[in-house]
């Protein structure tokens, strides 16, 4: 009898056993399956891998030669190739080439769930998996513990799962300090207006208009791992996947990545990689990642830019410890130092643009003439320049290498059709929104009410008129009256300085609304 018992157990072990097995092989399979899914539902075999990595390595080679880097150091080429590379490898894991039919949106089916854990007041934690990758990561305690977050959270009680995600497909790339917050509003609202269907505000199904994901805010964050998607991106615009929302509804969400640093920035891999090494990386990827993505660049005069982010940092501090920089705020000591700042990051960069033998471009007492006859010339040393003048990553400083646009536009379209990108200077935006809007109705091929409803300056003035200028309230030095006036000779001096950069740009756009009265 005891034997029998013995057996019994002996039997019943083993059963367990290979039933554990069996769950463990089905739960891979079920994996295994979502996966093919995935691959088989969006047509995407190996073959079309290699050539969209051949395609990518192709964009990179092209924008280091157009910005002049390709030539002098092959191996920092490769490398910037290689990475790029393995940007699209991973997040093509997760995000399909194709999108779903008539979706404003970069939406797709797959396998998504999300748990939120806040850890503190400021910070918290994100689990979960998208199509078979897991995620399992902390939130960046200076964006995604602020109340936009927590606020998201609390709306899903903590938890999500979804069979359809979405990703922008448009994107505000840049430049900070130029308007953008006030775009990002203005197309929204002008395309809801004169959408066929009346689509949806995007900003209703945002977090954060700055998402800060393939450029990091704070020089920190590393790219590429397909498991970063979930955790913070996703996240941001989880709203438009809400299982509540109906599949028309979802169709009309156009979502827009406001992050205007990202014409400007690139993502950095490895600390031991060369700076340079992803300078390529985003204009010749994340078209590619996403094919029938937009983009939108807004700049305004380089002069008034560079002031205003000049204050817009003072004020950044004066959140944290206002005593500490009050006195400069109020004083004529925060011109001073402006200028400073100015004359000493010219003179740096002048400095850099000249090859052996060469004498740095005449500035000071040239004729504007022999000044931009100079810089002309030397356009192959603008990337490496623009880059070395960066000196201060926090920005608190003359940021003069963010007002020489002419550089990180050639960037993009260097691989970027021009049909899938549009400029705008905040003094047309001011003057002329109806133009504007027609550009961009134009930009995401939207013709439906254009008949119906008039598009003038007074009616589209009328449909964006609660867009702010910054939703944040941060402060414009030229209307806040404790910020004090340019010094006038720092004024003439950057006009002076940016004439050759804002005459190429105009050039390069065709278009005399960036002259900035040069």
């Known amino acids: 009898m005891a034997i029998t018992k013995r057996n019994l157990a002996l039997v019943s072990t083993v059963c367990l056993g290979l039933l554990a097995i069996l769950l463990v092989l089905s739960s891979h399979s079920q994996e295994t399956s979502v996966h093919e899914n995935y691959r088989t539902e969006y047509s995407y075999s190996d073959n079309d891998v290699k050539s969209e ?19 002098s150091d092959s191996n920092l080429l490769q490398l910037g190739i290689d990475n790029a590379q393995l940007f699209m490898k991973e997040y093509r894991k997760v995000i399909p080439r194709k999108s779903l039919e008539h979706h404003a949106s970069h939406c797709w089916q797959t396998d998504y769930s999300a748990s939120t854990t806040a850890l503190s007041w400021y910070t918290g934690r994100v689990t979960g998996r998208i199509a078979g990758q897991k995620f399992d990561r902390p939130t960046d305690s200076t964006f995604y513990g602020k109340s936009e977050y927590r ?67 704070l020089y920190t964050k590393s790219l590429p791992h397909s498991d970063t998607i979930g955790n913070p991106y996703l996240l941001n615009f989880l709203q438009a996947s809400d299982p509540k929302i109906t599949t028309e509804e979802r169709k009309q969400i156009l979502l827009i990545d406001g992050t205007p640093s990202t014409v400007i920035e690139w993502p950095k891999f490895r600390k031991s990689d060369p700076d340079l090494a992803n300078y390529c990386l985003l204009p010749s990827a994340l078209p590619q990642l996403f094919p029938n993505s937009k ?66 471009c005449p500035f000071v007492n040239a004729t504007p003439e022999n000044y931009s006859s100079c810089i002309s010339s030397r356009t192959h040393l603008l990337s490496k320049c623009v880059n070395e003048i960066t000196t201060n990553r926090k920005r608190k400083e ?28 905040l003094e047309t935006l001011k003057k002329e929104p109806a133009k504007i809007a027609s550009q961009v109705l134009d930009l995401f091929e939207i013709n439906g009410e254009r008949n119906k409803l008039p598009l003038t300056d007074k009616v589209v003035k009328n449909i964006t008129s609660d867009c702010s200028t910054n939703s944040k309230g941060l402060i414009d030095y030229k209307h806040s009256p404790d910020i004090k006036n340019m010094l006038k000779e720092t004024e003439v001096l950057l006009k002076k300085f940016f004439v050759p950069f804002n005459k190429l740009l105009a050039e390069l756009l065709e278009s005399d609304q960036f002259l900035w009265n040069s």
Request: with cysteine; proline share 4%.
């Open 398 to 425: 003359s940021a003069i290498h963010r007002g020489i646009y002419y550089v990180h536009v050639r960037k993009w379209l260097s691989v970027l059709p021009r049909d899938r990108i549009l400029f705008v200077s």
């Open 53 to 71: 990595l051949l395609a990518v390595g192709h964009n990179v080679r092209k924008c280091f030669n157009s910005s002049g880097l390709g030539s």
């Open 151 to 217: 606020e998201l959270s609390s709306r899903f009680n903590g938890k999500f799962s979804s069979n359809t995600v979405c990703l922008p497909k448009a994107y505000l790339l840049g430049f900070e300090k130029c308007g953008s917050t006030y775009l990002w509003c203005f197309i929204s609202k002008v395309i809801n207006a004169f959408s066929e269907n009346s689509g949806k505000s995007s900003d209703k199904y945002h977090a954060d208009k700055e998402p800060y994901f393939w450029t990091p805010f």
């Open 295 to 360: 983009y939108v660049v807004i700049m305004r005069d380089p002069v008034d830019m560079l002031y205003s982010n000049f204050w817009w940092t003072y004020y950044v501090d004066a959140l944290i410890s206002y005593s500490l920089i009050k006195d400069v705020l109020n004083a004529v000591e925060g011109p001073k130092i402006f200028h400073d700042h100015s004359v000493s990051k010219i003179n740096f960069f002048l400095q850099c643009l000249r090859e052996e033998s060469q004498e740095p």
